[in-house]
């Protein structure tokens, strides 16, 4: 092997027209998901203005700047009106993502819609699931999973998303909708999400915050790479058809490990807090905005993300 002073690393990062030439991972709107939220009426968020929500009349025209800005796919969350102990706003067909689904097929046909699969916007406890005293029920759940499921897609939903971790809900999810004939509907399965701090800009925006105790009775204790494993074998079992990791900047090795067990397409969600941090910290002066994202969302990429669900969809549209 030559080394220095033969060997000089630095000769292919002298311009930025070389650098080009042999970088390894490429950015590209091409697998770039960005969150909507959706709500009764409009209310942007100043700090964090991928986390304001917009009201069912108001999507036409943000639906329409997405597709001129290029980003292929939307997952879409509700905040409800109203919230009850079974969440069952979740599945009514007049319910807030069902009414938005129906906008957004209307206003841009050709926009991926994908739906975010939980109860926790929807229940009166913020749980992700319905309780039977203080514990979440995981196979009564599995029904009103199901049933949301199957209701955002003949509202219009492309495919679902259920994040709500509950065991045998990609069973559930997949015979409904094949019992329904909707045979052809992908499930993108939050595999392997983990309980996370980072989650609470998201919870302030849809105002889901659990009411008591916390998700760690079903969400991955981040400490875990094998149990993550197992969860995406199971998924896979039950009909997956693409494997999410979440939160995406501190479980880098986890999609690496996922990408190299599985052929399935990876997606990576860059969470709320992976946002806030940088918008934060960009507001006092300490880091600039655009080099932080586009560092995160290409360590994201290169650690095997296909797909990336990003608060900064808009903006990667405009940066690249
Ligand atoms: C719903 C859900 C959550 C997120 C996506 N779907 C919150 C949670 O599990 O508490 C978090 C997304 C984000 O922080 O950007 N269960």
Same mark, same amino acid.
């Given at each position: 092997?030559?080394?220095f002073p033969?060997?000089?690393?630095?000769?292919?990062?002298?311009?930025?027209?070389?650098?080009? +030439?042999?970088?390894?991972?490429? +950015?590209?709107?091409? #697998?770039?998901?960005?969150? +909507?939220?959706?709500?009764?009426?409009?209310?942007?968020?100043?700090?964090?203005?991928?986390?304001?929500?917009?009201?069912?009349?108001?999507?036409?025209?943000?639906?329409?700047?997405?597709?001129?800005?290029?980003?292929?796919?939307?997952?879409?969350?509700?905040?409800?009106?109203?919230?009850?102990?079974?969440?069952?706003?979740?599945?009514?067909?007049? #319910?807030?993502?069902?009414?938005?689904?129906?906008? +957004?097929?209307?206003?841009?046909?050709?926009?991926?819609?994908?739906?975010?699969?939980?109860?926790?916007?929807?229940?009166?406890?913020?749980h992700c699931?319905?309780?039977?005293?203080?514990?979440?029920?995981?196979?009564a759940?599995?029904?009103?999973?199901?049933?949301?499921?199957?209701?955002?897609?003949?509202?219009?939903?492309?495919?679902?998303a259920?994040?709500?971790?509950?065991?045998?809900?990609?069973?559930a999810?997949?015979?409904?909708?094949?019992?329904?004939?909707?045979?052809?509907t992908?499930i993108?399965?939050?595999?392997?999400?983990?309980?996370?701090?980072?989650?609470?800009?998201?919870?302030?925006a849809?105002?889901s915050?659990?009411?008591?105790?916390?998700?760690?009775?079903?969400?991955?204790?981040?400490?875990?790479?094998?149990?993550?494993?197992?969860?995406?074998?199971?998924?896979?079992?039950?009909?997956?058809?693409?494997?999410?990791?979440?939160?995406?900047?501190?479980?880098?090795?986890?999609?690496?490990?996922?990408?190299?067990?599985?052929?399935?397409?990876?997606?990576?969600?860059?969470?709320?807090?992976?946002?806030?941090?940088?918008?934060?910290?960009?507001?006092?002066?300490?880091?600039?905005e655009?080099?932080?994202?586009?560092?995160?969302?290409?360590?994201?990429?290169?650690?095997?993300?296909?797909?990336i669900v990003?608060?900064?969809?808009?903006?990667?549209?405009?940066?690249?």
């Amino acid at each position: 092997m030559s080394t220095f002073p033969a060997t000089r690393l630095r000769r292919l990062r002298r311009t930025a027209a070389l650098r080009s +030439l042999v970088r390894e991972t490429r +950015l590209d709107l091409d #697998g770039i998901v960005y969150p +909507l939220f959706v709500g009764p009426s409009t209310e942007p968020n100043e700090a964090l203005p991928a986390l304001g929500r917009l009201s069912v009349e108001d999507l036409a025209a943000e639906a329409e700047e997405l597709v001129t800005l290029g980003v292929p796919a939307v997952v879409v969350f509700g905040i409800p009106e109203e919230k009850d102990e079974q969440g069952s706003g979740a599945w009514d067909d007049d #319910g807030i993502v069902q009414r938005a689904l129906r906008a +957004l097929r209307e206003s841009a046909p050709g926009l991926v819609l994908l739906t975010d699969v939980c109860l926790c916007e929807y229940t009166s406890h913020g749980h992700c699931g319905v309780l039977e005293g203080e514990e979440i029920a995981n196979d009564a759940t599995l029904e009103l999973l199901a049933r949301t499921a199957v209701s955002h897609v003949e509202a219009g939903a492309d495919a679902v998303a259920p994040s709500d971790m509950m065991d045998g809900r990609v069973a559930a999810l997949r015979a409904a909708l094949d019992d329904a004939g909707l045979t052809e509907t992908p499930i993108v399965s939050y595999a392997a999400k983990y309980a996370s701090a980072f989650y609470g800009p998201f919870r302030e925006a849809v105002d889901s915050a659990p009411a008591f105790g916390d998700r760690r009775g079903y969400q991955m204790d981040p400490a875990n790479v094998r149990e993550a494993l197992r969860e995406c074998e199971l998924d896979v079992v039950e009909g997956a058809d693409v494997l999410m990791v979440k939160p995406a900047l501190p479980n880098l090795d986890i999609i690496r490990a996922v990408r190299e067990r599985f052929d399935l397409p990876v997606a990576a969600y860059a969470v709320s807090g992976e946002y806030a941090m940088v918008k934060a910290a960009a507001a006092s002066g300490w880091m600039d905005e655009r080099q932080a994202a586009l560092e995160s969302l290409t360590a994201i990429k290169r650690a095997g993300a296909d797909l990336i669900v990003t608060y900064w969809a808009k903006e990667l549209a405009q940066w690249l």
